[in-house]
């Protein structure tokens, strides 16, 4: 058992003595050095960053929306829209009114039908296109 302690210890010493300092895993390595190919006279400075010296293009501002369609009451084959009241025909808003009915109206913009309902929720019913 002694002569395994003496061998375990001169073991030690003599890699000690061979290689010089033990292997770290922790310890960080330096880092490494970049070489460059290119010789360092023909590498120039990046330009100098210029001030913004013109102005950014003007916004145009859009239009307001148009406000919402908003049918309040129905009386007497009249619709009281957006604080006017209208009959069948009529237009507005490049909306004409194609129907009243006692729940709803019927506006129509171009080739598209929309049933709106009566009500401060300004609820959609439907919209289809129309021929």
Known sequence: MRKLVIFIFVSLCLSQLLYG??????RKTAKHKVV?????????????????TVPP????????????????????????INGAWY???DR?????????????????QNNRLTMIAVGESRHVLSTKEVP
């Open 36 to 52: 460059s190919l290119i010789p360092s006279a023909t590498l120039l400075p990046p330009p100098p960053l210029m001030a913004m």
């Open 92 to 108: 507005f808003n490049n909306h004409e009114v194609t129907y009243i009915q006692n729940n709803f109206v019927g506006l129509k």
């Open 87 to 89: 009959r069948v025909g």
């Open 57 to 80: 293009p003007a916004t145009i501002p859009l239009p307001p929306p148009p406000p919402p369609t908003l049918v309040t009451a129905i009386m007497n084959e009249k619709a009281f």
């Open 21 to 26: 300092e033990m292997y770290d895993p922790f």
